[in-house]
T-cell receptor, first 112, second 110 residues
């Protein structure tokens, strides 16, 4: 089965600090995604990528940047973290758009 | 406005019983549908996909899609305690990642 690994699993950050969440997939999938999960909002798409060097804005990109330096790695960057970005973040990978997405175990981020 | 709407928000079902979950999309661009399941502390995991009108059965799980009404349902037969989880309906318009509903929490009681 597809393997997607996220790090760290838990992170506490200070308001105004920089946070980088990392994701690695070992399945040679072209597409990778970052979602956040909040009660009452479900899973919302932040950024996605079609391959190395590409990043695209999802539905809620404000306050976030993404980086895809290689096929395997996809990072989510919060340059100036705010308490409203406290959430659980999930990375996912998948093939073509009609293919299943495989999710990592998530990163729980608290911004104080 | 939520493009993928799920009902009910929560559902309790006896062990061995049938659970029925519903999902409706308001965007006619969505052509592909999935059901995902998420256990506490884990990431969502795909249960099944359905792309054509009609029923699709995988073990104890049956999905039904009506493209004309953009309605998809999931039925869990012979529910087990391990089926207690948060269930998401998700849809794709072939443009970007999946759009998820808010989820239905299923609790299976003995």
């Amino acid at each position: 089965e597809a393997a997607v690994t996220q790090s760290p699993r838990n992170k506490v950050a200070v308001t105004g600090g920089k946070v980088t969440l990392s994701c690695n997939q070992t399945n040679n999938h072209n597409n990778m995604y970052w979602y956040r999960q909040d009660t009452g909002h479900g899973l919302r798409l932040i950024h996605y990528s079609y391959g190395a060097g590409s990043t695209e804005k999802g539905d809620i990109p404000d306050g976030y940047k993404a980086s895809r330096p290689s096929q395997e790695n996809f990072s989510l960057i919060l340059e100036l973290a705010t308490p409203s970005q406290t959430s659980v973040y999930f990375c996912a990978s998948g093939g073509q758009h009609q293919n299943t997405l495989y999710f990592g175990a998530g990163t729980r981020l608290s911004v104080l | 406005q939520q493009k993928v709407q799920q009902s009910p928000e929560s559902l309790s079902v006896p062990e061995g019983g049938m659970a029925s979950l519903n999902c409706t999309s308001s965007d006619r661009n969505f052509q592909y549908f999935w059901w995902y399941r998420q256990h506490s502390g884990e990431g969502p995991k795909a249960l099944m996909s359905i792309f054509s009108d009609g029923d699709k059965k995988e073990g104890r799980f049956t999905a039904h899609l009506n493209k004309a009404s953009l309605h998809v349902s999931l039925h869990i037969r012979d529910s087990q305690p391990s089926d207690s989880a948060l269930y998401f309906c998700a849809a794709s318009d072939y443009a970007q990642g999946l759009t998820f509903g808010l989820g239905t929490r299923v609790s299976v009681f003995p």
